[in-house]
């Protein structure tokens, strides 16, 4: 394995006609993608394997350097609404992510494309993949003109699945706290279901009864946040308010029975943890997923029925091979994430592999790191991307 590969900043820009802005400053029409390549130092080869996340952020994550030492070219694409999600439109990200598989082909003179789905990023390469062999989307789930049918989007090659979820709304809401009964005022909760607080009456070992009673009050709730925002949309619209947005936060957003109770999609991780530390604390935190949102952000990204980013829906829709890669100690993507994924496509289209007492990240463990690395550079081998 080389030791040594060179990054490179890219600045990927594309016009795009907007009635309003949902990105901070910059002009009105112009969309701005800042871009790692990384190419190892024997050259750049015909094959890039490109990552994007909703909301980016993840140019040095130890996956994306290990792939370039290994002989890889990789992109690491940062969406126009990196480090900031609150107004983020799925369907944007899919034209920015198709912005920089075009780039890589047409500018960078790559041959094949491979979309690495990384975490969040996974469910995002399904949509893009989706989109792109089967065009349908032409306006948002609020109702607002945008057409990625018109963009011709250009297929991948392959799609590899890493340590990735479903899709943000499924996600975000197996992780919504369900006790939560008032949305002005959060601390107007369900007992029965308040299971951080230490007089909750359900406790671990949690029943299945309990937790199907728990699921489904997480969709409910989801469904009517969900209910409330087009409600709020549409009576804008009434007003002839056509472009107006509004704010809100949703409270309580990292409450998951997996996280008390370690026989709920049983692996690896440390119990009574998440990704992001403490979920308890989490729960109430700022960096919990969908806790600062807008009206049209919240339904392209987490509402349960509206969104368009759902992995296992948009795996059904895509014919090219699939590698899916679970890590079997993660804590934010747990084994029912990472089966749902493989199950998705059709028979014989996905190979699955599991890297046995890896975390999310592969913080402080570099021989999981290698042997997913490796596993990587077999699949695109077999697969003949690497010719």
């Not at 056509?242 to 109770?261: I, K, P, S, Y």
């Not at 990204?301 to 899916?324: E, F, H, K, M």
């Not at 993660?330 to 028979?347: I, K």
Request: aromatic share 8%.
């Amino acid at each position: 394995m080389s030791k040594h590969y060179h990054r490179t900043p890219h600045l990927i820009t594309f016009t795009e006609t907007s009635s309003f802005k949902d990105t901070y400053a910059g002009p009105m029409d112009l969309v701005a993608l800042e871009a790692h390549l990384l190419t190892p130092k024997a050259g750049p080869g015909k094959t890039v394997v490109i990552f994007m996340h909703p909301v980016g952020g993840g140019a040095y994550l130890p996956m994306v350097s290990a792939l370039a030492r290994a002989g890889l070219s990789v992109i690491y694409c940062n969406s126009r609404y990196r480090g900031a999600d609150s107004a983020l439109l799925m369907e944007k990200v899919v034209a920015d992510l198709g912005a920089c598989v075009r780039y890589a082909k047409e500018k960078l003179g790559f041959e094949r494309v491979v979309l690495g789905g990384w975490s969040g990023g996974g469910s995002l390469s399904l949509m893009y993949q989706a989109e792109a062999e089967d065009p349908q989307i032409t306006e948002t789930p609020a109702g607002d003109p945008y057409d990625l049918v018109s963009q011709k989007l250009i297929p991948a090659d392959g799609i590899m699945l890493l340590a990735a979820h479903v899709s943000r709304a499924i996600t975000m809401t197996e992780w919504l706290d369900p006790s939560v009964r008032d949305e002005n005022n959060p601390d107007d909760r369900d007992p029965a279901l308040d299971i951080y607080h230490p007089d909750c009456p359900n406790q671990p070992p949690y029943s299945d009864a309990f937790v199907a009673r728990f699921r489904q009050a997480q969709i409910d709730r989801n469904r009517r946040i969900t209910a409330w925002v087009k409600d709020k949309l549409g009576d804008f619209r009434r007003r002839g308010l056509a472009n107006e947005e509004f704010g809100f936060v949703v409270h309580r957003t990292m409450c998951d029975v997996r996280w008390l109770d370690p026989t709920q999609d049983a692996n690896g991780r440390p119990p009574g943890t998440c990704y992001l530390g403490d979920p308890q604390t989490v729960n109430n935190g700022p960096v919990a997923l969908a806790r600062f949102n807008t009206l049209r952000g919240w339904l392209s990204q987490w509402s349960y029925d509206d969104s368009r980013a759902n992995g296992p829906a948009c795996a059904a829709r895509i014919t090219v091979p699939a590698l899916v890669i679970g890590n079997t100690a993660d804590n934010a993507c747990t084994p029912s994430h990472t089966e749902r994924l493989y199950q998705a496509f059709a028979p014989g289209q996905a190979r699955r592999v599991d890297i046995a007492g890896a975390n999310h990240y592969y913080f402080g463990q570099n021989d999981k790191l290698a042997q997913a690395v490796e596993h990587c550079r077999q699949w695109l081998e077999d697969q003949g991307l690497l010719a």
